[in-house]
T-cell receptor
Framework: DAKTTQPPSMDCAEGRAANLPCNHS???????VYWYRQIHSQGPQYIIH???NNETNEMASLIITEDRKSSTLILPHATLRDTAVYYC?????????????FGAGTILRVKS | NAGVTQTPKFQVLKTGQSMTLQCAQD?????MSWYRQDPGMGLRLIHY???????DQGEVPNGYNVSRSTTEDFPLRLLSAAPSQTSVYFC?????????????FGPGTRLTVL
C-alpha cells in the first residue's frame, strides 16, 4: 500500500469548511484513497473513499487530483463534533483481507 | 443491529495472566479483524479473519491468538499478559473480503497489564 503524508494538526473555525490534505505521490493505478476519523476514545469511523473521481456523501467530499498524487477531504460546515484525528489510507482491495494500515493522521480541532 | 460489540470495556491484568477479549457482530460480515492502539499512535493490525475457520496474522501478532468458529464471533486471546500489551483494542468487521466496503469498528477494550 502506498505511503501517505498528512499534516500533524489543523485548526478550523466552527461553521467553516475544513480542508484536510493528504499526499500519496507513490499511489498506483489500482489503489483507492480511504478516509477514516477517530473521535477521542472511540473506534475509527469510515468517512469516504474514491479511486479517481471526486466523491461526495452526507459526511464529506473527497477531491482527488488528476494525477492522483494527492487528495483533499472537505467537511463543508465543520462543527465542534468534527474534532477528531483524520486518517488518509491508500490501499489495494485484496481478495484475502481488508487490512487497513493507519498512519499518524491529522488532528483537526474545530473551534468556536 | 447492534453493530460491532466488544467486551469488556475495561480490564486490568497482572503480568502472566490470561484472558479473552470478546468481539461480536450481527451484520453477517465475512471479514473481522483486531487492532491495537497505543497512546498517541495509530492503529496496528494484530490478526484478521476472512471467514469462519480462516485467520491470518497482521503486523503485530506476537502474544495473541485468535480463532473464528462462527461468522459472528472473533475472540482475541492473550495467553500470558505482558505490560507491553497495555493498549486499547479495537475489533472491526466488513462485509466483503477484498471489496470496497467500509469497516465498522467496535467501541474498544482498554487493557492495562501491571
Amino acid at each position: 500500500d502506498a505511503k501517505t503524508t498528512q499534516p500533524p494538526s489543523m485548526d478550523c473555525a466552527e461553521g467553516r469548511a475544513a480542508n484536510l490534505p493528504c499526499n500519496h505521490s507513490t499511489i498506483s493505478g489500482n489503489e483507492y484513497v480511504y478516509w477514516y476519523r477517530q473521535i477521542h476514545s472511540q473506534g475509527p469511523q469510515y468517512i469516504i473513499h474514491g479511486l479517481k473521481n471526486n466523491e461526495t456523501n452526507e459526511m464529506a467530499s473527497l477531491i482527488i487530483t488528476e494525477d492522483r498524487k494527492s487528495s483533499t477531504l472537505i467537511l463543508p460546515h465543520a462543527t465542534l463534533r468534527d474534532t477528531a484525528v483524520y486518517y488518509c489510507i491508500v490501499r489495494v482491495p485484496r481478495v484475502y483481507g481488508n487490512k487497513l494500515v493507519f498512519g499518524a493522521g491529522t488532528i483537526l480541532r474545530v473551534k468556536s | 443491529n447492534a453493530g460491532v460489540t466488544q467486551t469488556p470495556k475495561f480490564q486490568v491484568l497482572k503480568t502472566g495472566q490470561s484472558m479473552t477479549l470478546q468481539c461480536a457482530q450481527d451484520m453477517n460480515h465475512e471479514y473481522m479483524s483486531w487492532y491495537r492502539q497505543d497512546p498517541g499512535m495509530g492503529l496496528r493490525l494484530i490478526h484478521y479473519s476472512v471467514g469462519a475457520g480462516i485467520t491470518d496474522q497482521g503486523e503485530v501478532p506476537n502474544g495473541y491468538n485468535v480463532s473464528r468458529s462462527t461468522t459472528e464471533d472473533f475472540p482475541l486471546r492473550l495467553l500470558s499478559a505482558a505490560p507491553s500489551q497495555t493498549s486499547v483494542y479495537f475489533c472491526a468487521s466488513s462485509y466483503r473480503t477484498g471489496g470496497m466496503d467500509e469497516q465498522f469498528f467496535g467501541p474498544g477494550t482498554r487493557l492495562t497489564v501491571l
